[in-house]
Antibody, heavy 124, light 108 residues
Framework: QLQLQESAPGPVKPSETLSLTCSVSGGSISSNNYYWGWIRQPPGKGLECIGIIYYSGSTFYNPSLKPRVTMSVDTSKNQFSLELSSVTAADTAVYHC????????????????WGQGSLVIVSS | SYVLTQPPSVSVAPGQTARITCGGDNIGSDSVQWYQQKAGQAPVVVVYYDSERPSGIPERFSGSNSGNTATLTINGVEAGDEADYYCQVWDRSSDLAVFGGGSKLTVL
């Protein structure tokens, strides 16, 4: 059974950089048919896709966050990471990592396994 | 950018049928996924490719998609179905997932 676990970075101050790592177990991050993504959920609000990364390092970022987002992958550790710079209170959210099933002739990509999420609070 | 519209809340009595809609411009031409998120938990996909069910998801959950509306139908609603439900499509212009605002299902 695939499992994803986000790190717990603790509180982050405004203007600093938020850093999260997702550790994948029960499967390889280097699988051909999957991407890996970060999705966030502000308290009491809906889901927002931050970006996705392939094991080769190819990335796609949400245009609204692109100037501040960096995603990376470490295949040797079976992990991928998120950095979000210049954070404000609006970046306070639960950050989920998830596996994205690549699109096929039957349908478009979707997330099939999710981590429990890591609450990141931006506060001075 | 792609906008998906869901009703904020849907209420249904136990044993009845719940229908949760997801509106989007010509959404019928895209494949739609539905996620269930119970309080304090990670989302779980309950329907993918419009109407496919992952293993372990009860047959009570079904999906349809046509025109400008996709629908998640839950037959014989149980108390344990109470959760937030999100629809999702793939935005090809940005190569990212887009989620609806979510619908809170309340079992009366």
């Amino acid at each position: 059974q695939l499992q994803l676990q986000e790190s717990a970075p603790g509180p982050v101050k405004p203007s600093e950089t938020l850093s999260l790592t997702c550790s994948v177990s029960g499967g390889s991050i280097s699988s051909n048919n999957y991407y890996w993504g970060w999705i966030r959920q502000p308290p009491g609000k809906g889901l927002e896709c931050i970006g996705i990364i392939y094991y080769s390092g190819s990335t796609f970022y949400n245009p609204s966050l692109k100037p501040r987002v960096t995603m990376s992958v470490d295949t040797s550790k079976n992990q991928f990471s998120l950095e979000l710079s210049s954070v404000t209170a609006a970046d306070t959210a639960v950050y989920h990592c998830a596996r994205l099933v690549s699109g096929t002739s039957r349908g478009d990509p979707y997330f099939d396994y999710w981590g429990q999420g890591s609450l990141v609070i931006v506060s001075s | 950018s792609y906008v998906l519209t869901q009703p904020p809340s849907v209420s249904v009595a136990p044993g009845q049928t719940a229908r949760i809609t997801c509106g989007g411009d010509n959404i019928g031409s895209d494949s739609v996924q539905w996620y269930q998120q119970k309080a304090g938990q990670a989302p779980v996909v309950v329907v993918y490719y419009d109407s496919e069910r992952p293993s372990g998801i009860p047959e009570r959950f079904s999906g349809s998609n046509s025109g400008n509306t996709a629908t998640l139908t839950i037959n014989g609603v149980e108390a344990g179905d109470e959760a937030d439900y999100y629809c999702q499509v793939w935005d090809r212009s940005s190569d990212l997932a887009v989620f609806g605002g979510g619908s809170k299902l309340t079992v009366l």
